[in-house]
């Protein structure tokens, strides 16, 4: 038996050196309440940390407010009230994080705490048909506003339900939901969108059934403040995707600001994924909030034997943006493949936190993380951790974080962390920081290249390798697009 664990932390600014049950009734945040023991009486308010309680005042009180677009003015799914349950317990005792927490201490979340926090209680308005027209037609649709599902037109197979939980009529679907909910304990922002949530979206894939159009799910912000304003705007969208035993289907995620694409909100999304047996979900998550807007989500996926779950991820917007990734492997032969880019072309953060838990024989993970920092006030994070616990003997796993920076004082903090307990395993992780390589553009340069147009053929270049994974055509296209209007003032002002 053979243990090891192998954390090193890379910090970078290029002009320095390099660092290789049964529910209980709702709880109200009103006032400050306290707990009686036989021996002492201990306050509840100082458990607690008091921004945290006024975020979780302002979500219950939107939350009893009626709204037309909103089942939330009555009593809502079992699943739903335990949800919100269980979450507002946990925030009782759950403090607002700093950078002296491990998980935050290259994040700086403080900002947020400047405004004060506003709950989306209905959406502004509903998504304008021409904007969400999508390349195929023959895709699956769905648009959620503000954390409010509006749209969910599209024809789906027999079997297959996807909308909010408080549609759903089939009682054992319904106890399924409520058996696989909330079977994972995220953080703060894990809780707050636990108790924030209007509605659960639900997908559901019945065993062996196929979907062969790709379902694409929009996530449009339009709740927004103005730059310099006191408020920010809060949405908590929620969804729950269960593919049973053999079932497989390609999802689909976009986060877009509405209007001018300029206003300050705070997008707080959590999804949960469970695959069954034999099952597979390809997932494609595309990233490009307004550039003042805080995006934090949380990913959960819990994959059964024999299972498969594909991501690739593009992250390009949001003033801070965070992306907590938590996969569990719960059965032997199951294989699981991560592919990230992120970009940060201004006064940005640009985080992804993931785990990937091997506890079974034969497990298969790989990882491929790339980001570009292209201002010298971007930053971008990666701490990625691959546990190969006791029982997942003969496992393969393999990790691997690319950095590329273009400016003198941008910031990269890069910590690949594999933890491995099994002694019959195949694993790897790999590191690079780096601006450029003068070879590279010598080599255009003598085939008649100018220095501009050899810049942007790598710089464009690095990111496409995660892109040209996206399965869909026509999401390829348009975040190519994104990158290349991102990138061209970078390109043009070099040099």
Not at 28 to 51: E, G, I, Q, V
Request: charged fraction near 20%.
């Amino acid at each position: 038996m053979a243990a090891s664990i192998i954390t090193p932390l890379f910090r970078l600014k290029p002009s320095l050196s390099i660092g290789i049950t049964s529910a209980p009734s709702p709880l109200k945040f009103r006032t400050p309440r306290t707990t009686k023991t036989n021996h002492s009486s201990t306050p509840l308010a100082s458990l607690s940390d008091p921004f945290v309680l006024q975020i979780a005042e302002t979500l219950e009180d939107s939350l009893s407010t009626p709204s037309s677009s909103s089942s939330s003015s009555s009593s809502p799914p079992p699943p739903l009230q335990k949800l919100r349950n269980t979450s507002s317990q946990s925030l009782l005792s759950t403090p607002w994080p700093s950078r002296k927490d491990e998980p935050f201490r290259f994040t700086d979340t403080s900002f947020i705490k400047l405004y004060q926090i506003q709950p989306v209680s209905s959406p502004l308005r509903s998504p304008n048909p021409l904007d969400i027209v999508p390349a195929d037609p023959s895709s699956l649709n769905i648009v959620i506003v503000d954390g409010y599902l509006t749209n969910s037109s599209s024809q789906f197979p027999d079997g297959v339900f996807v909308g909010a939980l408080s549609s759903l009529s089939s009682e054992s679907t319904m106890k399924r939901v409520s058996n696989l909910l909330s079977n994972f304990e995220g953080d703060l922002f894990w809780s707050l969108n636990g108790l924030g949530t209007p509605d659960l979206v639900v997908v559901y894939v019945p065993e062996g059934c196929r979907v062969d159009n790709p379902l694409n799910l929009r996530y449009e912000s339009v709740a927004g403040s103005e730059f310099g304003s006191k408020k920010l705007p809060i949405s908590n969208p929620r969804v729950l995707v269960v593919v049973e035993k053999g079932g497989e289907i390609g999802i689909v995620e976009e986060y877009v600001a509405g209007g001018d694409g300029e206003k300050c909100y705070w997008a707080n999304s959590v999804m949960e994924v469970v695959i069954g047996e034999g099952a597979k979900v390809s997932h494609s998550y595309i990233q490009s909030q307004s550039m003042n807007a805080a995006h934090i989500r949380w990913t959960s996926v819990r994959q059964e034997s024999a299972s498969t779950y594909e991501l690739i991820e593009v992250s390009t917007g949001g003033k801070l943006s965070r992306h907590n990734l938590h996969v569990q492997q719960v059965g032997p032969d199951t294989v699981t493949e991560l592919s990230t880019f992120h970009l940060s072309v201004g006064d940005q953060i640009q985080d992804l936190h993931s785990t990937i838990v091997l506890d079974h024989p034969h497990g298969f993970s790989r990882q491929l993380h790339k980001c570009i920092v292209a201002h010298s006030l971007g930053q971008a994070v990666f701490d990625g951790n691959i546990k190969v616990n006791r029982y997942a003997q003969q496992a393969d796993a393999g990790q691997l974080t690319r950095s590329l920076l273009l400016e003198p004082r941008a910031t990269v903090n890069v910590k690949p962390n594999l933890q491995i307990i099994a002694d019959d395993v195949k694993c790897s992780h790999g590191a690079a920081i780096s601006d450029l390589e003068e070879n590279q553009l010598f080599y255009f340069q003598a085939r008649g290249v100018d220095l501009q147009t050899a810049r942007r053929a790598l710089i464009f270049s690095f990111g496409a390798e995660v892109i040209e994974r996206l399965p869909q055509t026509y999401v390829q296209k348009k975040v190519e697009n994104r990158i290349k209007k991102l990138l061209d003032p970078v390109v043009k002002g070099s040099q």
